[in-house]
């Protein structure tokens, strides 16, 4: 089946440490992105890639790093830096304007700091 | 800059009522999109609808229709005999049209239907 992959689903980090996200699509999408959410908030954007080795900083990419090695992976890590953690993070591609440009999302991941 | 209201924090209705979630946006862009996005308990976010700015033409898929109106920056969406299945956050979302732009999408802070039996 064709979709965005994010893993683990849950994960839960000691303040300190970094922890790296999964993100990994087959719809063979040039762009991805990740967005973080908090409760009862819309979702802000980190961090976003419109093509292999290339990525941008969203508006709050402070304490994380990303990495677009491969067309089809864009793995986030949260750094100690990151001072507030705790949320619900979502990944997501985007088909070409051929396709209107459509941004579909993968099915998050939690993390808890602890 | 974008800017996407979502007025409605929290609805509740009684399963077969019609419901409109309201959607008001701003942004300087005269080409633009528009989408609407569920989000079941699970936490994904589902793609419902996207809309070009230069569409106005409404659109209505089983029991969900849209309405865009440019000159009022809106895009509202109802739902027609809500079904328990329809509890979930909404969001609204806009980004601009440009090519070979990024398409950010700018979200609002969405609006949480609850639909009781």
């Known amino acids: 089946d064709g979709g965005i992959t994010q893993s683990p689903k849950y994960l839960f980090r000691k303040e300190g440490q970094n922890v790296t996200l999964s993100c990994e699509q087959n719809?063979?999408?040039?762009?991805m992105y990740w967005y973080r959410q908090d409760p009862g908030q819309g979702l802000r954007l980190i961090y976003y890639?419109?093509?292999?080795?290339?990525?941008q900083k969203g508006d709050i990419a402070e304490g994380y790093s990303v990495s677009r090695e491969k067309k089809e992976s864009f793995p986030l890590t949260v750094t100690s830096a990151q001072k507030n953690p705790t949320a619900f993070y979502l990944c997501?591609?985007?088909?070409?304007?051929?396709?209107?440009?459509?941004?579909?999302f993968g099915e998050g991941s939690w993390l808890t700091v602890v | 800059a974008q800017k996407v209201t979502q007025a409605q924090t929290e609805i509740s209705v009684v399963e077969k009522e019609d419901v409109t979630l309201d959607c008001v946006y701003e942004?300087?862009?005269?080409?633009?999109?528009l989408f609407w996005y569920k989000q079941p308990p699970s936490g994904e976010l589902v793609f419902l609808i996207r809309?070009?700015?230069?569409?106005?033409q409404n659109e209505i898929s089983g029991r969900y229709s849209w309405n865009f109106q440019k000159s009022t920056s809106s895009f509202n969406f109802t739902i027609t005999a809500s079904q328990v299945v329809d509890s979930a956050v909404y969001f609204c979302?806009?980004?601009?049209?440009?090519?070979?732009?990024?398409?950010?999408?700018?979200f609002g802070k969405g609006t949480k239907l609850s639909v009781i039996p």
């Open positions: 979302a806009l980004t601009p049209y440009s090519g070979a732009g990024s398409y950010q999408l700018t």
């Open positions: 719809l063979n999408h040039d762009a």
């Open positions: 942004t300087r862009d005269t080409t633009y999109y």
């Open positions: 997501a591609s985007r088909t070409g304007a051929g396709s209107g440009n459509t941004i579909y």
């Open positions: 809309r070009n700015s230069f569409d106005e």
């Open positions: 890639s419109q093509i292999v080795n290339d990525f």
